[in-house]
């Protein structure tokens, strides 16, 4: 084909419409307009904001207010819309609006990972029904670009493992309360004078945030389709300041994590597990010196060996960023003809049984101090099949003592932290259950997987 005649097949310009003007939103809307000619240099032909879907129209949004509209099914509607980038969040709202953009033809650009990660089986269905583009890097990690890698870069290579601290605001309070002492009421309460934080923070605290995450990077690593609710979850509201001084004194540090990993049993077989938990992570692993708000994700593939990606993982600007990348590759196709990779699930791996996850971990207790308590305690990790690696005790202050028993204590009382080899998730729930049974044992305090260390 000559360029004249692929020059006729070109669209003279690329209709956008935009549902939401939130933080990102408008970011999204600023940078198109400010950076308009060089957009249109970058996909080769203009894009063209249509209209823009917002809740309440009165509001000064500081564009042209015939763009405005609260009627976001009949902006996409429109026959001169050709991409919809959504940026309202939600599930079953934004689901309906985006199936029918894709079911009308219309390429899809969205950050909303709570919505892919419920529903991608249904939308990359819609797509690829439709022929067209279904874009979600700004779902993941903000800014920083993983989805593309995965669906590109390394689309010749078979990905092994993967984690990621994948939410800003639980990095933010984790790495407060290493660095000033603070427990995590005082912590999270300063996150939300900074903006960190939302008004209800569940979402992130409780793991739901990097949970949506790591059923998004599981679906593309391992060409398996994994949800939400395929995703074992735990938050960072039970960290205390203990686990802080645990975690320092095997020079490590503590990260809520989005774990995600193929696993390959004794007879070949593979299964995925994902899970996010908070964990200890050495302080010579690359991870453990992404701080504050920042997020990273470390991945190890059988070619490439161990990549990180790193960067800001929220925020309006670094968010819309993503956001555009996603816009501009979506208008090239339109304008050019072609479509992006979609998804790919031929692997079809079911997911582990998370009792049959291994890992190490880091198990603190009150103990009675007295002639015996130690045997009894490895006595019940042996019985459970879980090796010991370390043990640790420290006799208790008397205050510290009626902490433990929870009022005036009478007798001697230690902290016991063990760390075990690696061992099941089964048998060490088995184990902590035993624990709790034994008239040595006062309780387990907490339980700590141990990830980025050698198995």
Do not use: W
């Amino acid at each position: 084909m000559t360029r004249e005649a692929h020059t006729e097949l070109r669209q003279p310009e690329v209709g956008v419409a935009i549902l939401g003007m939130g933080t990102v939103g408008t970011e999204v809307v600023r940078l198109l307009i400010e950076n308009s000619d060089s957009f249109t240099h970058r996909v080769g032909a203009p894009i063209v904001i249509r209209g823009i879907a917002v809740r309440d129209t009165q509001r000064d949004r500081g564009v042209d207010p015939s763009l405005i509209t609260d009627d976001a099914q009949a902006l996409i509607d429109r026959p001169d819309v050709d991409v919809v980038v959504e940026v309202i969040g939600g599930i079953e709202g934004s689901r309906q609006l985006l199936l029918s953009a894709l079911k009308q033809g219309k390429s899809v650009v969205t950050a909303n990972k709570a919505l892919v990660a419920a529903h991608s089986a249904e939308l990359a269905a819609a797509a690829d029904e439709s022929q067209v583009d279904l874009y979600f890097e700004a779902a993941v990690a903000g800014a920083i670009p993983i989805i593309g890698p995965l669906k590109r870069s390394m689309a010749g290579d078979e990905i092994q493992r993967i984690m990621g601290i994948v939410n800003g605001t639980t990095n933010y309070i984790l790495s407060a309360m290493d660095a000033t002492g603070a427990d995590y009421a005082e912590t999270l309460a300063e996150a939300g004078r900074l903006g960190y934080a939302e008004a209800d923070p569940t979402a992130d605290v409780e793991g739901f945030d990097a949970a949506s995450k790591a059923a998004i990077l599981s679906t593309l690593a391992f060409h398996s389709r994994v949800t939400a609710k395929d995703v074992y979850r735990e938050g960072i509201t039970k960290i205390t300041q203990q686990d802080i001084r645990s975690a320092h004194r095997l020079n490590c540090t503590i990260k809520l994590l989005a774990v995600c990993e193929r696993i390959t049993s004794q007879d070949g077989s593979q299964s995925v597990s994902a899970r996010v938990y908070s964990a200890l992570v050495p302080l010579t692993h690359q991870l453990a010196t992404v701080n504050g708000a920042f997020n990273a994700v470390f991945m190890e593939a059988e070619s490439a060996g161990q990549i990180m990606f790193y960067g800001p993982g929220a925020g309006g600007t670094p968010t819309a960023s993503a956001v555009l990348g996603d816009l501009v590759a979506a208008s090239r196709n339109v304008v050019h003809g072609g479509r992006a990779p979609g998804d790919n699930t031929y692997a079809n791996l079911p997911i582990a049984n998370f009792g049959d996850v291994q890992t190490r971990y880091l198990v603190n207790m009150y103990v009675v101090d007295e002639k015996g308590t130690l045997s009894k305690v490895t006595d019940v990790f042996a019985k459970n099949d879980v090796s010991i690696a370390t043990v640790y005790q420290d006799e208790l202050g008397e205050s510290e003592a009626d902490t433990a028993v929870g009022g005036n204590s009478d007798g001697k009382f230690a902290s016991l932290s063990v760390v075990t080899h690696l061992a099941s998730e089964a048998n060490l729930a088995a184990c902590v259950e035993a624990l709790g049974e034994s008239d040595s044992v006062v309780r387990v305090t907490s339980v700590l997987r141990m990830e980025g260390q050698e198995k």
